[in-house]
């Protein structure tokens, strides 16, 4: 499993997608403040600190998060199919169940890496400008890495989703897509179904597509903590059974 693991890393790190969107993330993250900057100082308005700009923005990354999943899914691993990679790690010995948990793992450290982007770059950027400021009233010093941990998790529980859709669609394009209209779409059609079916109400409340928007919270009640940790937990175990299980029985041209 060790092994299987380095290899994907290795993909990843040749990867040039990966790479060539995290620097496309890294100059949007750093020209996404300067617009606030000097709109607030042409308008002679208080300037935003890094502070106020990571808890007003740190739940609109949940839109990068999305976008980061599909694309990373499309060229890392649907497009392992198209080159005939796929079939040739699937003939090399080792069961499917393991390559596609190595996959994941990968796939997952990858998104989580592009997640993070954003909310660092931009509050360094920002604070270089303006000063750190203070975190909101309620929050503790605790606000920063539990939103940065919440942000890993929760980037985890959608890569299990997207790698789920890899080895069902298999085709790049397809799957990158299907992807983004799926998270993009899946809010929208839960809450419509929620107003007139409870249960679905029900399950769009306690799904990582309405919890994602909670890590950005300057406080959060301990009742809550658990739904927030076990939601995302819980999709990436199912998500990756799934995917398992569809891999095994997947035919591999």
Request: proline fraction near 3%; charged fraction near 15%.
């Given at each position: 499993?060790?092994?299987?693991?380095?290899?994907?890393?290795?993909?990843?790190?040749?990867?040039?997608?990966?790479?060539?969107?995290?620097?496309?993330?890294?100059?949007?993250?750093?020209?996404?403040?300067?617009?606030?900057?000097?709109?607030?100082?042409?308008?002679?308005?208080?300037?935003?600190?890094?502070?106020?700009?990571?808890?007003?923005?740190?739940?609109?990354?949940?839109?990068?998060?999305?976008f980061g999943v599909a694309i990373l899914a499309g060229f890392f691993i649907?497009?392992?199919?198209?080159?005939?990679?796929?079939?040739?790690?699937?003939?090399?010995?080792?069961?499917?169940?393991?390559?596609?948990?190595?996959?994941?793992?990968?796939?997952?450290?990858?998104?989580?890496?592009?997640?993070?982007?954003?909310?660092?770059?931009?509050?360094?950027?920002?604070?270089?400008?303006?000063?750190?400021?203070?975190?909101?009233?309620?929050?503790?010093?605790?606000?920063?890495?539990?939103?940065?941990?919440?942000?890993?998790?929760?980037?985890?529980?959608?890569?299990?989703?997207?790698?789920?859709?890899?080895?069902?669609?298999?085709?790049?394009?397809?799957?990158?897509?299907?992807?983004?209209?799926?998270?993009?779409?899946?809010?929208?059609?839960?809450?419509?179904?929620?107003?007139?079916?409870?249960?679905?109400?029900?399950?769009?409340?306690?799904?990582?597509?309405?919890?994602?928007?909670?890590?950005?919270?300057?406080?959060?009640?301990?009742?809550?903590?658990?739904?927030?940790?076990?939601?995302?937990?819980?999709?990436?175990?199912?998500?990756?059974?799934?995917?398992?299980?569809?891999?095994?029985?997947?035919?591999?041209?």
């Amino acid at each position: 499993m060790y092994n299987l693991i380095r290899v994907e890393f290795f993909k990843l790190r040749k990867n040039r997608s990966i790479w060539t969107f995290l620097l496309a993330l890294s100059i949007l993250s750093l020209a996404y403040p300067l617009l606030y900057y000097f709109d607030h100082r042409s308008n002679g308005e208080p300037q935003i600190t890094g502070a106020e700009f990571l808890t007003t923005f740190i739940s609109s990354n949940a839109y990068i998060i999305k976008f980061g999943v599909a694309i990373l899914a499309g060229f890392f691993i649907s497009n392992e199919y198209s080159t005939g990679v796929m079939k040739t790690i699937a003939s090399s010995g080792n069961t499917r169940g393991r390559l596609f948990a190595a996959k994941l793992v990968v796939f997952a450290v990858g998104a989580m890496a592009i997640s993070l982007v954003f909310p660092i770059v931009s509050t360094v950027e920002v604070t270089l400008l303006s000063g750190f400021g203070h975190l909101p009233e309620g929050s503790t010093t605790l606000f920063i890495p539990r939103a940065l941990g919440l942000t890993l998790l929760y980037t985890a529980s959608y890569a299990a989703i997207g790698a789920l859709f890899t080895v069902i669609l298999t085709d790049s394009g397809k799957t990158i897509g299907f992807s983004m209209i799926f998270f993009l779409m899946i809010d929208t059609v839960l809450a419509g179904v929620g107003s007139k079916i409870s249960f679905f109400s029900t399950l769009y409340d306690y799904s990582i597509f309405k919890l994602v928007g909670d890590i950005g919270k300057p406080s959060i009640d301990s009742g809550d903590l658990p739904a927030l940790l076990f939601v995302p937990l819980l999709t990436i175990v199912v998500s990756g059974i799934l995917g398992i299980l569809v891999f095994r029985r997947k035919e591999i041209k």
